[in-house]
């Protein structure tokens, strides 16, 4: 038998990955040209390829591949949100997703067959996100450490934008004093205080999170206010008002009619109930591989569909309030704030981590920029509450 020598071998190999290169970068480059960016080009928003891996990456991995591309940094972009912007304004993602069909089945038959977000898994995306460390939050954030959607109709400023969001609330909920309010996913405690000092009402206000608990309490302390380490499935007794901000995005399909009808039982006849939740602008089947791994693990966007079948025939829909718009400049803020703050935070944290949570903001960014993203902020009753609820802005 003929011997093959080591440099034929290599130059065989070689010569047969070439062409599955080439269909690659073919691949993105056509992605590009449909999204209204260049390959290597010179605008802020262009992609300059590091790594030539990065190709075979994407084209294999999707999204997943995309985002830990950047983190590996095999690929650079100055402004990540405009090139967001432009690949989900074509709905990039979904041509994404059509190259790897047999791996996007997967994902799906997961969210599909299994309950991401029962309560046994309820305290992950505490551990893992929320728990990360309370100075990357109190870095990014404004004063009331708000992370949610700030409300820009007359502000100037993020802690203005989200003092007015807290305000904004309490009128919705039309808070009167010595009522008792509970918060589900208080997070820090921001809604909390605000309610209990301005609104004089009583809070109870529950995380999955021990290091949201521990700063809550102390910004909370002197004030009617008890935060509680506890999954929404364990709720007792009945308030006057509920709200849930920025938590709804945890709870996942297979749990929404539950979780309206715990709301329902939790909620007074004569009582309101504001909902304050991401939503996406069709059902999705899945949430972006990249954010389920670096970011919110289990999470799942709702629809409006989703939410007017969970809720249907538990309580009536009073009010919906789209101000998307305004979650592309609270992200914008955030990513100033964090930028500005990291070298407090880089030796802690590393490069990795600063990549990460670059791609993390600033994608999101895009996303609300191009409407697939939407805010909304739902008022519900009972009907057994008398009267007309007059819509608040």
């Given at each position: 038998m003929a011997s093959i020598s080591p440099i034929s071998s290599r130059t065989s190999s070689a010569?047969?990955?070439?062409?599955?290169?080439?269909?690659?970068?073919?691949?993105?480059?056509?992605?590009?040209?449909?999204?209204?960016?260049?390959?290597n080009g010179d605008a802020?928003?262009?992609?300059?390829?590091?790594?030539?891996?990065?190709?075979?990456?994407?084209?294999m991995e999707g999204s997943l591949g995309f985002g830990e591309?950047?983190?590996?940094?095999?690929?650079?972009?100055?402004?990540?949100?405009?090139?967001?912007?432009?690949?989900?304004?074509?709905d990039a993602d979904r041509h994404i997703?059509?190259?790897?069909?047999?791996?996007?089945?997967?994902?799906?038959?997961?969210?599909?067959?299994?309950?991401?977000?029962?309560?046994?898994?309820?305290?992950?995306?505490?551990?893992?996100?929320?728990?990360?460390?309370?100075?990357?939050?109190?870095?990014?954030?404004?004063?009331?450490?708000?992370?949610?959607?700030?409300?820009?109709?007359?502000?100037?400023?993020?802690?203005?934008?989200?003092?007015?969001?807290?305000?904004?609330?309490?009128?919705k909920l039309e808070l009167q004093p010595g009522e008792r309010l509970l918060d589900i996913g208080c997070g820090w405690g921001g809604l909390a205080r605000y309610a209990?000092?301005?609104y004089g009402v009583e809070v109870l206000g529950i995380t999955v999170s021990k290091e949201q608990q521990k700063l809550a309490r102390e910004?909370?302390?002197?004030?009617?206010?008890?935060?509680?380490?506890?999954?929404?499935?364990?709720l007792a007794g009945q308030f006057d008002k509920v709200v849930s901000v920025g938590m709804f995005e945890h709870v996942g399909p297979k749990n929404y009619a539950d979780f309206f009808a715990i709301v329902e039982r939790r909620l007074k006849d004569t009582g309101l109930f504001l909902l304050h939740t991401i939503g996406n602008y069709l059902t999705p089947r899945k949430l972006d591989p990249w954010m389920d791994k670096y970011v919110f693990p289990n999470g799942r966007l709702p629809s409006a569909t989703d939410i007017a079948g969970g809720v249907e025939g538990r309580l009536l829909i009073e009010d919906w309030h789209n101000f998307g718009a305004d979650y592309d400049r609270t992200l914008m803020a955030w990513w100033e704030n964090f930028e500005r703050g990291w070298p407090?935070?880089?030796?802690?944290?590393?490069?990795?981590?600063?990549?990460?949570w670059k791609?993390?903001?600033?994608?999101?960014?895009?996303?609300?920029?191009?409407?697939?993203?939407?805010?909304?902020?739902?008022?519900?009753?009972?009907?057994?509450?008398?009267?007309?609820?007059?819509?608040?802005?």
């Open positions: 010569q047969k990955l070439a062409p599955m290169k080439a269909r690659a970068s073919g691949t993105v480059h056509h992605l590009a040209n449909k999204a209204g960016f260049r390959i802020p928003w262009d992609i300059r390829v590091i790594d030539p891996r990065f190709y075979r990456r994407v084209v591309a950047y983190m590996d940094g095999w690929w650079e972009c100055d402004r990540l949100d405009q090139l967001f912007h432009r690949l989900l304004v074509v997703d059509s190259w790897m069909q047999w791996r996007l089945l997967r994902v799906v038959m997961r969210h599909a067959l299994f309950n991401l977000q029962s309560s046994r898994r309820a305290f992950v995306v505490g551990e893992r996100h929320y728990d990360i460390g309370n100075d990357v939050f109190e870095t990014m954030l404004d004063s009331t450490m708000s992370y949610s959607c700030a409300y820009w109709l007359r502000a100037a400023t993020l802690e203005e934008a989200q003092r007015d969001k807290l305000d904004l609330i309490c009128r209990a000092e301005h910004r909370c302390a002197g004030w009617p206010v008890s935060i509680e380490l506890l999954d929404y499935r364990a407090r935070l880089a030796d802690k944290y590393g490069t990795s981590f600063y990549r990460m791609y993390y903001l600033l994608s999101c960014a895009g996303y609300f920029r191009s409407r697939q993203g939407q805010l909304w902020q739902i008022v519900f009753s009972k009907r057994a509450r008398s009267g007309v609820y007059r819509s608040v802005r």
